[in-house]
């Protein structure tokens, strides 16, 4: 995963990213908050996937993301059901 711009948002307390990946098939949201947590040494609550773009016949995708300073910080700015996005729903059976 490559990094292609950085923007860093001090009145909102995070860091606004677009990534660039290559890969034949799209991760999951799951998988790629895994991978920013590593790469930037942070907790899962605090990185926000805003989208991911794979287009129809292409290798390329390209994600962008926040990553905040702090759990707090998140949940004043983002919206709730933006942490609720990529987790596995209850009563639901695993496919």
Same mark, same amino acid.
Request: glycine share 6%.
């Given at each position: 995963?490559?990094?292609v711009?950085?923007?860093?948002?001090?009145?909102?307390?995070?860091?606004?990213?677009?990534?660039?990946?290559?890969?034949?098939?799209?991760p999951s949201?799951?998988? =790629?908050?895994?991978?920013?947590?590593?790469?930037? *040494?942070?907790?899962? $609550?605090?990185?926000?996937?805003? +989208?991911?773009?794979? @287009?129809?016949?292409?290798?390329?995708?390209?994600?962008r993301?926040?990553?905040?300073s702090? =759990?707090?910080?998140?949940?004043?700015?983002?919206? *709730?059901?933006?942490f $609720?996005?990529?987790?596995?729903? +209850?009563?639901?059976? @695993?496919?």
């Amino acid at each position: 995963m490559e990094t292609v711009e950085q923007k860093e948002n001090p009145l909102q307390g995070r860091k606004e990213l677009i990534l660039v990946m290559e890969s034949e098939k799209t991760p999951s949201r799951k998988e =790629l908050v895994d991978e920013l947590c590593k790469k930037f *040494g942070v907790s899962q $609550e605090q990185v926000i996937l805003n +989208k991911v773009d794979h @287009p129809f016949g292409s290798r390329r995708i390209t994600v962008r993301a926040k990553i905040y300073s702090s =759990l707090e910080q998140a949940k004043r700015f983002e919206p *709730g059901y933006r942490f $609720e996005r990529g987790m596995k729903k +209850k009563g639901t059976k @695993p496919t």
